[in-house]
C-alpha cells in the first residue's frame, strides 16, 4: 500500500478533558501533516481553570519539542483570552521561547482571521457559561470587532461539551447569528464544529468560524504549502497562504 509521506509535523496543546480536536483535526489535515498532542490540566470550564491550565505550558511544549514539530497551538479560545488583551501574544511568546518553533493560539488565529476576512461584527456562540462568553467577547471588542450578540448553552464540564453532538453547534449558530453580522464565531476547542461550517455559511449566507477552523487555518499557514482545504467554509477553503 503506497502512503503519502509526512513532511510537517503540527503540534498541539490541548486541554486535558478535550476529545474532540485531535478527531476534527486528524480528519481534515492535508495527508502530508502529522499531529503531536500534549495535554494541559482542565476538566472544567470556569475562571480559575481557564487561568490555571497555562501553568504546565512550558512543562507540556517542551514535549512536544522532543517529537520535532514545526510549530505549536495552544487551540483553546477561554484559556488564551482569559486576561484580555495582549495575554494570547504572551502565550505565544512563552511557548516559541520553549521549543524555538513559531507558536500560534486560538485567541490569536481569531483575530488573524477576522482581519483577513474584514470582520467587523460578529455574532458569538458556545456550549459554555454566559461569564466565560462575555470574557471572550470583551477580548474580541477590545481588538475593535463589536460583539452584537451572544448565546451560550451554560455547560461548565469540558466532557460534556465534548459529547455534544455537531447539530448543537448549527442550532446555536442559527439562534445567534443577526443580519447585520458579518460573520458567526463558534467558540470552544472541544465543540464539534467543523462538520456544519460549510452548511451554516450557506444557510446564513456569511461566513462562519470557529475555535478549530481558526486554529488549523492559522497553524496550515505558518507551516506553509498548502492552497486550500475545501469542505470546511470561506477560511480554509479560500484563504491559505501558499
Not at 80 to 86: E, F, L, N, P, V
Not at 220 to 233: A, E, K, R
Request: proline share 4%.
Amino acid at each position: 500500500m503506497s502512503q503519502i509521506k509526512k513532511t510537517q509535523r503540527f503540534g498541539l496543546l490541548l486541554p486535558s478533558s478535550n476529545t474532540t480536536q485531535e478527531p476534527e483535526f486528524l480528519q481534515a489535515l492535508p495527508a502530508s501533516v502529522s499531529l503531536h498532542c500534549a495535554r494541559l490540566s482542565l476538566s472544567q470550564i470556569d475562571p480559575e481553570s481557564t487561568i490555571k491550565i497555562v501553568a504546565e505550558l512550558e512543562t507540556e511544549t517542551r514535549k512536544l519539542s522532543d517529537a520535532r514539530v514545526d510549530a505549536v497551538v495552544l487551540s483553546a479560545t477561554a484559556p488564551s483570552t482569559r486576561m484580555g488583551k495582549g495575554y494570547d501574544q504572551d502565550i505565544c511568546q512563552r511557548i516559541e521561547k520553549a521549543c524555538g518553533k513559531p507558536a500560534t493560539t486560538a485567541a490569536t488565529a481569531m483575530l488573524q482571521a477576522f482581519q483577513v476576512l474584514g470582520i467587523k461584527r460578529i455574532v458569538l456562540a458556545a456550549p459554555w457559561s454566559a461569564g466565560t462568553n462575555q470574557t471572550v467577547a470583551a477580548f474580541i471588542e477590545a481588538h475593535g470587532v463589536s460583539v452584537l450578540h451572544q448565546e451560550a448553552m451554560g455547560i461548565v464540564s469540558n466532557l460534556e461539551v465534548g459529547d455534544l453532538d455537531a447539530q448543537t453547534a448549527y442550532a446555536c449558530g442559527r439562534k445567534a447569528d443577526r443580519p447585520e453580522a458579518d460573520a458567526i464565531f463558534l467558540a470552544c476547542g472541544n465543540w464539534m464544529t467543523m462538520d456544519i461550517i460549510q452548511a451554516l455559511e450557506r444557510a446564513t449566507g456569511k461566513p462562519v468560524l470557529s475555535t478549530n477552523s481558526c486554529a488549523l487555518w492559522a497553524m496550515l499557514n505558518i507551516l506553509g504549502g498548502h492552497q486550500s482545504l475545501p469542505g470546511y467554509g470561506t477560511l480554509l477553503g479560500e484563504h491559505l497562504v501558499v
